[in-house]
Antibody
Framework: EVQLLESGGGLVQPGEPLRLSCTASGFRFSSFGMSWVRQAPGKGLEWVSG????????YYGDSVKGWFTISRDNSKNTLYLQTNILRAEDTAVYYC?????????????WGRGTLVTVSS | DIQMTQSPSSLSAFVGDRVTITCRASQSISTYLNWYQQKPGKVPKLLIYTTSNLQSGVPSRFSGSGSGTDFTLTISSLQPEDYASYYC?????????FGQGTKVEIE
């Protein structure tokens, strides 16, 4: 079955780090770019970060540049998001999403999301 | 960064109505414009990619058009299951920004 499954979310205190994971199955993981997209409670979608299929190229949104690090392990079909010094405004559901094409960055497959709550 | 602006932010329409949602980019994005549907409590779903290509399994009442900076998503005959929020997203250049969303309610 083609699917993405996120993990690693939870309640964290401001300033603490967190690592999110996304395990892929059912498709050739290394062939496709992957992204993280988040959605704060009651708000819209915000693209966070992306990484090429090989892992050589990474992309970041302005709000997380310098704070978050995206990576992937193609041998494990897993995508990661390392979040450092979390702030209350980072509270959101974090989705991993697969690029629909090797040459375009629309997202044709989404995980169910993992909730990150930053609060003391 | 490219800003994406959708209008309206919300709308209410009757079953059977033709509904149009507009998305405007702050600079030309060619046809690198995509649309997603998100039902309450659910995961976003790709509807249309590269302006006008219908994703597999999406009903033909959904269509997209436009180029450059102005794009539209049209639902030709609104159905009860179309109650959702709709988001445009540009994939022309990073960061791959989304519009703020349009909430569609059924009258």
């Amino acid at each position: 079955e083609v699917q993405l499954l996120e993990s690693g979310g939870g309640l964290v205190q401001p300033g603490e780090p967190l690592r999110l994971s996304c395990t892929a199955s059912g498709f050739r993981f290394s062939s496709f770019g992957m992204s993280w997209v988040r959605q704060a409670p009651g708000k819209g979608l915000e693209w966070v970060s992306g990484i090429s299929g090989s892992g050589e190229t990474t992309y970041y949104g302005d709000s997380v540049k310098g704070w978050f690090t995206i990576s992937r392990d193609n041998s494990k079909n897993t995508l990661y998001l390392q979040t450092n010094i979390l702030r209350a405004e980072d509270t959101a559901v974090y989705y991993c999403a697969k690029a629909g094409s090797t040459r375009d960055w629309y997202f044709d497959l989404w995980g169910r999301g993992t909730l990150v709550t930053v609060s003391s | 960064d490219i800003q994406m602006t959708q209008s309206p932010s919300s709308l209410s329409a009757f079953v059977g109505d033709r509904v149009t949602i507009t998305c405007r980019a702050s600079q030309s994005i060619s046809t690198y414009l995509n649309w997603y549907q998100q039902k309450p409590g659910k995961v976003p779903k790709l509807l249309i990619y590269t302006t006008s290509n219908l994703q597999s399994g999406v009903p033909s009442r959904f269509s997209g058009s436009g180029s450059g900076t102005d794009f539209t998503l049209t639902i030709s005959s609104l159905q009860p299951e179309d109650y959702a929020s709709y988001y445009c997203q540009q994939s022309y250049s990073s960061p791959w920004t989304f519009g703020q969303g349009t909430k569609v309610e059924i009258e």
